[in-house]
């Protein structure tokens, strides 16, 4: 693998993934950028190519579709340039769980998980066998919080940091980088396609201090980065009491609350 691999990013024509081509074109890497909208693509390409000098390659796919997804895959499994994937692609829908439409969710998670999944399940065994590269999965706060009412959505998110962890622990030792970034709410589209107008929220980080921080905790190996948490000492309490719990759930007998009649 290069000593300056390419990157690509899913979800690149606008907001963080966006965000992420201009960084890593700055620091000269290539780009693969993947989303829907080719035009929006070729703007940043043609900006980027010019103030970088960056090579940058445009996949024009709608990543819920079987058959573009595969081109996506093919691509990461083929090109041996590309060291660094970044599963930034996904979307939010707004309305609670029963005003939702069966094939709105289905959609959702076929964005935010299944293709996902699939890009990193594409790559992973190559950067294995080169014994490096790395995997941006961007997961979000709210999949940490079932009480934020964005109930499908979480749940891909907490999909994406359970992943992220998993594959962290399996293919750490390979060579290979996994980091979860969680960002909180962030300035960008994503909030009009769940029908909320960021403009009346507060707390709402700008996209350029999201994607520098999360570059921070790139840079630093961490395997979960929450750029808004001030104090990471509350996430590794978190981390902390779930590995101290975890001993305890192998057990031959029901626990004792659960051996009584009511
Ligand atoms: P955004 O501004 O809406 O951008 C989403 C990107 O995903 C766009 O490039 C979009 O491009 C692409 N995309 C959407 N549907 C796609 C599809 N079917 N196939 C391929 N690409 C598709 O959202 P964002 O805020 O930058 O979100 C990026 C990631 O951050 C998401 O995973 C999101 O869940 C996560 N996140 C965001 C926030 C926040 O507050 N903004 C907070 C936590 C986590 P096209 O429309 O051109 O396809």
Redesign the pocket.
């Given at each position: 693998m290069a000593a300056n691999p390419s990157v690509l990013v899913?979800?690149?024509?606008?907001?963080?993934?966006?965000?992420y081509a201009d960084r890593f074109a700055r620091r000269g890497h290539d780009l693969v950028l993947?989303?829907?909208?080719r035009t929006?693509?070729e703007a940043l390409a043609t900006r980027l190519r010019q103030e970088t000098g960056v090579a940058i390659d445009i996949i024009q796919?709608?990543?819920?579709?079987a058959a573009?997804l595969a081109v996506v895959e093919a691509r990461l499994r083929d090109d041996a340039r590309i060291g660094i994937l970044i599963n930034?692609?996904?979307?939010?829908l707004g309305g609670s769980f029963i005003e939702q439409s069966t094939d709105d969710i289905t959609?959702l998670v076929a964005?935010?998980t299944t293709?996902l999944l699939r890009l990193a399940s594409a790559v992973a065994p190559r950067f294995a066998q080169a014994g490096e590269g790395a995997i941006i999965n961007?997961?979000?706060?709210?999949g940490l919080a079932p009480e934020f009412a964005m109930t499908v959505?979480g749940a891909?998110?907490a999909f994406?940091l359970f992943l992220s962890q998993g594959l962290s622990l399996e293919l750490g030792p390979k060579g290979v980088y996994v980091q979860a970034v969680?960002?909180?709410?962030?300035?960008?589209?994503?909030?009009?396609?769940a029908g909320a107008d960021?403009s009346t929220m507060s707390g709402?980080?700008e996209?350029d201090e999201l994607v520098d921080a999360a570059l921070v905790g790139f840079d630093r190996r961490e395997a979960v980065t929450i750029p808004p948490l001030p104090d990471v000492e509350q996430w590794n309490a978190y981390q902390a009491a779930r590995q101290a719990m975890l001993p305890n759930t192998r057990q031959k007998h029901a626990a004792a609350r659960y051996r009584t009649a009511v």
């Open positions: 899913t979800g690149a024509s606008t907001g963080i993934g966006a965000t993947v989303a829907r909208d929006r693509m796919a709608d990543l819920t579709q573009e930034n692609a996904g979307t939010a959609r964005l935010n293709a961007i997961g979000s706060v709210v959505y891909t998110k994406a969680l960002p909180a709410a962030t300035r960008t589209e994503i909030w009009q396609h960021v709402v980080m996209v």
